[in-house]
């Protein structure tokens, strides 16, 4: 188990912008997850991408993964006030623990 | 609605209360988890379960004790806690496939704002 550490710890936006938040990691993984957390709530799963894949498109969302720099990125294309939301990467080396970070707290201004 | 219900919603009590949370996932999974989030603070895994067995116990203190009846529900009873124990318990379950190479997509909970007089 690992942690994924988030950057930037914040970030705020106009609506209508990309929003881009990376994530790092230490060692080698089977597969990275992005959640969303909206302020006091439970976390809601985004996107699962495995170690060998690449990219993965939902929506607005794109995740990148680069296993050589143990890094990803999360990508929210066309923001909106409704992303407003706290969000984690999760990356996972097997097992059952899931380490998270403290994720990026993004900020949509409508 | 994610699949995952937890009870009560909020919770306050005073330090020699005993109390519980509730956590029923209606998924057919057969993994669960207890989280607690503070205040600025990651996420702290607490306990897992998988197969009605406790595989996790991140070094909780004692006065949190987990009870996993079924595959479908989860408890976490609470005795003698401190004010420091004020937080956001959330659960979790997942799906881990024998074989498989990782954990999969979790599930949470809503939370239980819990808070300690």
């Known amino acids: 188990s690992q942690q994924g550490e988030e950057d930037p710890q914040a970030l705020s936006i106009q609506e209508g912008e990309n929003a881009t938040m990376n994530c790092s990691y230490k060692?080698?993984?089977?597969?990275l997850q992005w959640y969303r957390q909206n302020s006091g709530r439970g976390l809601v799963h985004l996107i699962l991408?495995?170690?060998?894949?690449r990219e993965k498109h939902s929506g607005r969302l794109r995740v990148t993964l680069d296993t050589s720099k143990k890094s990803s990125s999360l990508l929210i294309t066309a923001s909106r006030a409704a992303d407003t939301a706290s969000y984690f990467c999760?990356?996972?080396?097997?097992?059952?623990?899931?380490?998270f970070g403290a994720g990026t707290r993004l900020f949509v201004k409508a | 609605e994610t699949g995952v219900t937890q009870t009560p919603r909020h919770l306050v009590m005073g330090m020699t209360n005993k109390k519980s949370l509730k956590c029923e996932q209606h998924l057919g999974h057969n993994a669960m988890y207890w989280y607690k989030q503070s205040a600025k603070k990651p996420l702290e895994l607490m306990f897992v379960y998988n197969f009605k067995e406790q595989t996790e116990n991140n070094s909780v203190p004692s006065r949190f004790s987990p009870e996993c009846p079924n595959s479908s529900h989860l408890f976490l009873h609470l005795h003698t806690l401190q004010p420091e124990d004020s937080a956001l318990y959330l659960c979790?379950?997942?799906?881990?496939?024998?074989?498989?190479?990782?954990?999969?997509?979790?599930?949470f909970g809503p939370g239980t704002r819990l808070l300690v007089l």
């Open positions: 979790a379950s997942s799906q881990v496939v024998a074989g498989g190479l990782g954990q999969e997509t979790q599930y």
């Open positions: 999760a990356p996972n080396t097997g097992g059952f623990k899931t380490i």
């Open positions: 991408i495995r170690s060998n894949e």
């Open positions: 060692t080698s993984i089977n597969n």
